[in-house]
C-alpha cells in the first residue's frame, strides 16, 4: 500500500510508526485507518519487528477524528465510520508484537483512544489527554466508554467523558492513563528503550503475556487463571528450557522466533 499518513522506520527489532498529518493535528480520518488496517499486516508477518512504537509528527499525538469528515455523515454513515475505526484499534489491541504509545503532545478523542489500544503509554510532560465528544453533542466512537473504565476506574472515567476535561501528562499517570512520563526530548529515546528492554526477553513469553493478560479481561477469573496455566505449560520444552538453562549458566539466553 502506498503509505500517504503512516511513516515507518525499521531497527534493531522497532518499529515506529509515526502518523503523519501535522496541517491537521494528525486527525484520524478513513485513510489513517485503511493504513493503520494495511500496516498492522504487514508488520505482523516481519520476523524482524520484535516491538512497535506509535507516535504523532509535530504537537499533536493525534487530536481527534477528523470533524470535517463526520460533519455531513448519515446516522448509518457514522455507525459505519465508528465500527470501523473500533475494528482497526481492537486489531491494535490485539497484535501480537507489543505495542507502545509515545504521546509527544495532544491525544484528544480518537487520538486517546488510539493510544488507549497499545499496551503501554509513554508520554511527554507536554502531552495532554481527554476525551471532548460531548462537547460536540457526540459519544466517543472507537472504543473510549470500555477502555477508559478498564484502565482508570469508573468513576474516572465517567468525570473525563462527561465532562470533557482535558488532563496534563502527570494527572494521566496518577490515574493510570499513562505509564511513565518523561521531558519532550526525551520521550522517543525513553519509548525506544522501553522497547528494547521488553524486545530483549522471550519472544513467545511476551506474546503470551500480551494475550493472556488481554483475553482473561473478558473471563472469570477462575477461566483466566486455567487459560494462564495452558499458556504457562506451552512454553516448556521450549523458549522456557532456553531460558532457565541460561540462568543456570550464567549466560544471555539465546531466543529464536
Not at 504509545?101 to 481527554?130: I, P, T, W
Request: charged share 25%.
Amino acid at each position: 500500500m502506498d503509505y500517504q499518513i503512516l511513516k515507518t522506520t525499521v531497527s534493531e527489532g522497532i518499529a515506529t510508526v509515526t502518523v503523519s498529518r501535522p496541517q491537521a493535528l494528525n486527525a484520524l480520518n478513513s485513510r489513517f485507518f485503511q493504513e493503520m488496517n494495511s500496516l498492522l499486516a504487514e508488520l505482523g508477518r516481519r520476523d524482524d519487528v520484535k516491538v512497535l512504537i506509535i507516535t504523532g509528527e509535530g504537537k499533536a499525538f493525534a487530536a481527534g477524528a477528523d470533524i470535517a469528515e463526520m460533519v455531513l455523515k448519515t446516522q448509518s454513515e457514522g455507525h459505519e465510520f465508528s465500527r470501523a475505526g473500533q475494528k482497526t484499534f481492537r486489531s491494535l489491541e490485539l497484535f501480537a508484537k507489543p505495542v507502545i504509545a509515545a504521546v509527544n503532545g495532544f491525544a484528544l478523542g480518537g487520538g486517546a483512544e488510539l493510544a488507549m489500544a497499545c499496551d503501554v503509554r509513554v508520554a511527554s510532560s507536554k502531552a495532554k489527554f481527554g476525551q471532548p465528544e460531548v462537547n460536540l453533542g457526540v459519544i466517543p466512537g472507537y472504543g473510549a466508554t470500555q477502555r477508559l473504565p478498564r484502565l482508570i476506574g469508573l468513576g474516572n472515567a465517567l468525570y473525563l467523558l462527561m465532562t470533557g476535561e482535558m488532563i496534563g501528562a502527570e494527572e494521566a499517570m496518577r490515574i493510570g492513563l499513562v505509564q511513565k512520563v518523561v521531558e519532550p526530548e526525551e520521550l522517543l529515546p525513553a519509548a525506544t528503550e522501553l522497547a528494547k528492554a521488553i524486545a530483549s526477553k522471550g519472544p513467545q513469553a511476551v506474546r503470551l503475556v500480551k494475550q493472556v493478560a488481554r483475553r482473561g479481561l473478558s473471563m472469570d477469573f477462575e477461566a483466566g487463571c486455567a487459560l494462564e496455566s495452558d499458556m504457562f505449560g506451552s512454553l516448556f520444552e521450549n523458549e522456557a528450557a532456553e531460558g532457565m538453562r541460561a540462568f543456570l549458566e550464567k549466560r544471555p539466553p539465546k531466543w529464536t522466533g
